[in-house]
């Protein structure tokens, strides 16, 4: 990637030779004219290597980016080669999503104007769960996020004729494809798009709603016998677009084949199938930890914090504390939670002063230690039910155990006033919303597989208390991702007024 990069950056500073009159038009509105919502160099970055590899060098195997641009020699990749298959590693926070616009953007109005073969105007969104999905949903389904950030120029804004269909708002109608002049994008999660339902049903419980599969015979499949991919396989030249591809990547051996069957399925019918697929993420790595070889950009959270688009990560080492290890006892978690507690009052005190919140983020090995850590906690003078939430796959169970063994925790949330009793809906809506003005959690203590795309701009301090054993050796940077976007998006970092900090409590390195 660094020969790529000082290739691309020579070719910017040559004009962009070699390249369509559209493209070249739209990297100089996006990068080069003044505007007021400037774009990052992490999202211009992103799109110059892409238009590069493929306008001016025409690289679209995997076997020939790897042949051509790979450090050490790799083999057993040509499965790959089906269609262009490019990888983003991009820090947490440097703007996936604005890249995945912009490059809809060019592909469209390359379509339009240019050449109706090697482009396209249909695209598939494709999340790992429904956190991801949502926020894809959000900045899609009104286009606001082309508008938001003024993406497409004034004059060419009548010709962006685009369509968004949800996995929520799908119909028999969107099995016939548009006018020619006319695109569709399609935001969905990986589970609906398989051909073939999965025999295990998936248990309905907070983390499930959360992160997990919807049940095949329930929404957002329908009453309907009609599928999303039954509808896709109506759309020849898909660009598949995949946030937090990690995820979906580790799933390879179902999820990977999904997107090859569609492949096949349309240049069967149309003779044209996908037109490339892109995998975004911060931790671009298989089930064996091995990095992607299809990896053409590497933002790292280095250079975020150099540009400033990211809260600075401060790591608060413990002395002469036992090491995290499994099976613990409270009494052995009682260092690190006083830790977390003095730091994250110290926020509090801080950001309240600026109108803001501070949320303290505890994560736990396991399901009991969590819920202990629940309780303890639930014996600080400034923490209660009302601001404090627990969130695991077993949440329904626990609280039944609770009420069954004399002892219970009356959940109750206090929102605008009005005290409400916590529920899963509830519960669900709290989590998800956790930035809202109104909302009231200040300290999680979870259970969670933190490299799902879950990340709140108000998690100041952040408690691992895991081993942060993984093959795939991406959890201690997914952890810290989880609140890495700044709380004050228009300001830098300062630490004397604590704006822009994170403060992730670690276990001791190494002796005093």
Known sequence: ????????????????????DTTRFLLNFWFEYPRERVLWFSQREAVETLVYLYEVKGITRVTELIEKYGAFRLEGYSEYD????????M???????????????????????????RFTRFFLFVAPNIIVYDRLRRDLEDLSIFDEFHLIPEEWKKDFKVRVVTRDTFSDADRFSPPEDEGVIFVTNIHQIGFRQRARKQKEDLIGALFGVPDPGKDPYKASSIKLWEILNRYPGLMILKDEAHHIHREESQWQNYLWDLHKSLSERF???????????????????????WIIVDFSLREALQTGIVKYPAKVVLYEAPPVRRGFRIEDFRPY??????????????LRELGKKSVLFIMADEIEDAEAIYEELLKEPDISPANMILVHSELDEW???????????????????????LDRELALKLVRGLDEPDNP????????????????????????????ASEREILPEQVIGRGLRKLFPDEGIDTERWVNVLEVISKVLSSR
């Open 337 to 350: 939670i006083e830790a977390a507690l003095d730091r994250w009052r110290k926020h509090r005190a801080k």
């Open 399 to 421: 609280k039944a155990r609770l009420k069954s063994g004399g002892r219970e925790i009356v959940s109750r949330i206090l929102i605008n006033g009005e005290e409400k009793e």
């Open 271 to 293: 003779s044209r199938g996908v037109f490339m697929e892109l995998d975004f993420s911060a931790t671009p790595k298989d089930e064996r930890g091995a990095l992607f070889p």
């Open 91 to 117: 820090a947490t926070g440097s703007g996936k999503t604005l890249v995945m616009a912009l490059l809809s953007v060019w592909s469209f109005f390359n379509y339009l104007r240019e050449d109706r073969e």
């Open 1 to 20: 990637m660094n020969n790529l990069r000082l290739e691309v950056k020579d070719w910017r500073e040559s004009g962009y030779p070699d390249i369509s």
């Open 441 to 468: 959690i200040e300290v999680i203590s979870s259970v969670m597989m933190l490299n799902e795309g879950w990340g709140v701009r108000s998690v100041t301090v952040i408690l691992g208390l895991r081993s942060y």
């Open 82 to 89: 089906k269609y262009p298959r490019y990888a983003f590693r």
